[in-house]
């Protein structure tokens, strides 16, 4: 039996499709939904922690990579770089597990390493580079 934490990136096309479904009935795997933002026509995202017979769970994940789900392991970590974040506020409205706050006081931005997903979102969006993803 193997079982991980995994973040799942669902393109716009397979939001409305029973992706993690087949992978129960088809691949005989469980999971556990720990997080997800799944909006229609927007991309979604998934943290799931998988587990089943190796076998099976490698077919299970071939099969999320050739609908075109991204697969991320959850054992990243996002860390924020003080000297490069300004407090402009980007990623906030876009962290869909809130590990991005404003302090109501100073309005600088707080971050949340234990709300933190790995999705990845912050990296991608913030001018300034001051988020990163450490292995």
Same mark, same amino acid.
């Given at each position: 039996?193997?079982?991980?934490?995994?973040?799942?990136?669902?393109?716009?096309?397979?939001v409305e499709q029973p992706i993690v479904?087949?992978?129960?009935?088809?691949?005989?795997?469980?999971?556990?939904?720990?997080?997800?933002?799944?909006?229609?026509?927007e991309e979604g995202?998934?943290?799931?922690?998988?587990?089943?017979?190796?076998?099976?769970?490698e077919k299970g994940l071939h099969y999320l990579k050739s609908c075109g789900v991204k697969i991320q392991p959850l054992?990243?970590?996002?860390?924020?770089?003080?000297?490069? +974040?300004t407090d402009c @506020? /980007? %990623?906030?409205?876009?962290?869909?597990?809130?590990a991005l706050l404003p302090d109501k006081k100073s309005r600088e931005i707080v971050f949340f390493e234990d709300? +933190?997903?790995?999705? @990845? /979102? %912050?990296v991608r969006i913030c001018p300034f580079k001051a988020m990163e993803v450490r292995f």
């Open positions: 039996m193997i079982s991980r934490k995994v973040v799942l990136h669902f393109p716009r096309k397979l479904f087949k992978l129960v009935k088809d691949y005989g795997l469980n999971f556990n939904i720990l997080k997800a933002y799944v909006t229609p026509d995202l998934m943290v799931l922690e998988l587990s089943g017979e190796e076998p099976a769970f054992s990243q970590d996002v860390v924020r770089n003080e000297e490069r +974040c @506020g /980007v %990623c906030v409205p876009l962290c869909p597990a809130g709300k +933190c997903i790995a999705c @990845g /979102v %912050c």
